[in-house]
């Protein structure tokens, strides 16, 4: 069949040309790959997307599950494909190889996943969550959490989840009130109530194992009283055999707008005697311990906006090259044929817009994919330390920017497909409602902007955020070397500017102590921070398309030819978006913050 998942063109131009990906091979960890390793892994991922995902992706959109009789009751189809996910080996590509893993580069284990989100969202939502959560315990866990829950998670026999949100605290998670009390056998019992667990229940696994956030009976209020507990649907007995049921109950199955095929439940901890749970790390940690997760999870909000954004694109790209409509402006005379779409200007233009929101959110991510085997594998400490920084000052960026552009990208593929598209008939409609979740789970925009604005610029003294502005000046001045991009590199030098001096401004009011009038407009400055970064990345594509338009290069003229006007419609359509944001940022706007409840 053929698959509107990915361009493989460009797939193999970000990895392997855009982001060197090859690179990565010398670290120890990877010696026993090569290209031709990476490419059989990306095929074999793309084929069980296209043939195992794709093919259900409606029909669990149309007969989401139910929940009868205390059960989940989902399509078969859910279930066969997963088996495959794991028989393949793709459930655990980026593990360690004595685990069952493939020991994937983080880039080519992200793209893997990429594409079963591109091709599924609501499958794939239950191995990404227990991939997630088996990471967690690696990091966190003892050696027999990880033994025993860890390693049938990346086998595939037992499932994961997060629960983190309750209904009285929502995103405040220093509110939440789920208790733990310690038991003479060193496990606890929980106390409490969950909601929005995605795959919360189900029988797609022989167990599923929750990650908790709750409070011991000594905890300080807030953040710093939060721990991380291990809760079991079904205990587990020394030697690996399931016990008898935990007191983990599923009070109800939430219906969602789009995003239906992956369970959103809410569980009752603690109905009888108490969930069993146990300690994971040490106590009122748990919040950072989660953090790997989550952050883990924002990477992949971001990877999984940008699939549905992409995949949605080439949708709207096929329709607009086979649907005849209409005839060229110039042309008055109704007996002449009627042309493709993509023969008017305006659906050129929404294109456009597209293919730079979903190839500009995918160099965003893979950026953030190979930050993480930097972090991880540099040769120095110095090295490590600075791919670290770079990644958490970006990984706001990463959840948030494409979360919103790629979403728009979904809007414009509706608007292309005209009346057609606004119909059940045709997949962009769910590709828009799987996608308008991402905005707002992992982390809305405005927390996201928060963290950015609030922390991550000026954590370690500017030093990470100094170094990203280095890196971009690295590339003004390479792309000023080629006159079809200074056009382009001088249009980001501007936006660079004005974002560094709203930057100077915002952090001044910060220093005065004016903090909530510093972050106002967190979620503005996040916003136009993302527009500065992907405008980078795209500037970085047009300078690799130039080289493989001088010979050294593996794709077409005509693809590399499409590279460089997208970076030139993303600077002159999209970056100046930002300067008069930035003017608004620079002035510590207090417009929004000044409006008050009973003005509304």
């Not at 790959?33 to 990476?38: A, G, Q, V």
């Not at 080519?108 to 990471?135: E, R």
């Not at 405008?535 to 050294?552: E, P």
């Amino acid at each position: 069949m053929q698959q509107k998942i990915i361009n493989p063109q460009d797939l193999a131009f970000q990895l392997f040309e855009l982001h060197d990906v090859e690179r990565v091979l010398g670290f120890d960890r990877y010696a026993d790959h090569s290209r031709e390793t990476l490419q059989a892994a990306l095929d074999l991922a793309l084929k069980v997307a296209a043939e195992e995902f794709a093919p259900h992706a409606r029909l669990v959109d149309e007969e989401e599950p139910r929940f009868e009789q205390g059960r989940v009751v989902m399509r078969p189809e859910v279930k066969r494909a997963l088996d495959v996910l794991r028989d393949t080996g793709l459930m655990a590509a980026s593990q360690d190889y004595e685990r069952g893993g493939m020991q994937l580069p983080a880039a080519v284990a992200q793209m893997c996943v990429g594409l079963l989100k591109g091709a599924n969202v609501g499958t794939q939502g239950y191995a990404g969550l227990t991939i997630a959560a088996a990471n967690l315990i690696m990091v966190q866990g003892s050696e027999a959490q990880q033994q025993r829950y860890a390693e049938p998670m990346m086998a595939g026999r037992f499932f994961g989840t997060m629960c983190l949100t309750e209904p009285q605290a929502g995103s405040s998670l220093g509110d939440l009130r789920t208790r733990a009390e310690p038991q003479a056998d060193g496990s606890y019992r929980l106390f409490g109530s969950k909601i929005y667990i995605s795959g919360g229940d189900h029988e797609l696994s022989d167990n599923i194992i929750h990650m908790v956030l709750a409070r011991l009976p000594d905890a300080p209020p807030g953040v710093k009283g939060i721990s991380l507990f291990l809760v079991p649907k079904f205990l587990v007995t020394e030697d690996g055999r399931l016990g008898e049921r935990n007191d983990v109950a599923l009070a109800g199955l939430i219906h969602k707008m789009g995003y239906r095929g992956t369970t959103s439940t809410m569980l009752n901890f603690g109905e009888r005697d108490g969930a069993v749970g146990y300690l994971v790390g040490e106590p009122h940690q748990g919040l950072a311990a989660m953090f790997h997760m989550m952050n883990e999870a924002r990477i992949g909000v971001g990877l999984g906006s940008v699939m549905l954004g992409y995949t949605g694109y080439l949708h709207a790209l096929d329709y607009a090259r086979e649907r005849r409509q209409g005839r060229p402006v110039g042309e008055k005379d109704p007996a002449t044929a009627q042309v493709p779409l993509i023969r008017h200007a305006d659906i050129r233009r929404m294109l456009l817009a597209q293919k730079a929101y979903v190839e500009g959110g995918l160099a965003l991510c893979l950026e953030g994919a190979m930050l993480v085997d930097e972090k991880k594998h540099a040769a120095t400490d110095a090295e490590r330390r600075q791919a670290a920084g770079l990644l958490d000052l970006l990984t706001p960026v990463i959840k948030s920017w494409p979360s919103r552009y790629c979403l728009e990208a979904n809007s414009l593929a509706i608007q292309v497909h005209g009346g057609y598209g606004y119909t059940r008939e045709y997949p962009v409609e769910q590709f828009y409602r799987d996608n308008r979740l991402n905005p707002i789970h992992e982390g809305t925009h405005g927390i996201q902007g928060l963290d950015l604005l609030g922390r991550k610029v000026s954590m370690a003294g500017g030093e990470h955020y100094h170094e990203l502005m280095r890196r971009m000046e690295a590339s003004l001045a390479e792309a000023r070397q080629h006159a079809r991009l200074t056009g382009s590199a001088d249009r980001l030098d501007v936006a660079m500017r004005a974002m560094a001096a709203a930057t100077d401004a915002i952090n001044g009011e910060k220093q005065r102590g004016n903090t909530e009038k510093a972050l106002a407009n967190a979620t503005l400055y996040l916003d136009a921070f993302g527009h500065v970064v992907v405008g980078w990345l795209w500037l970085r594509q047009a300078l690799r398309a130039l080289s493989g338009l001088a010979g050294k290069g593996e794709q077409t003229p005509e693809f590399y030819e499409g590279k460089v006007r997208v970076c030139d419609y993303f600077t002159r359509y999209e970056l100046p978006n930002v300067i008069s944001t930035a003017e608004l940022l620079q002035a510590v706007d207090t417009t929004a913050l000044d409006m008050v409840d009973e003005q509304f």
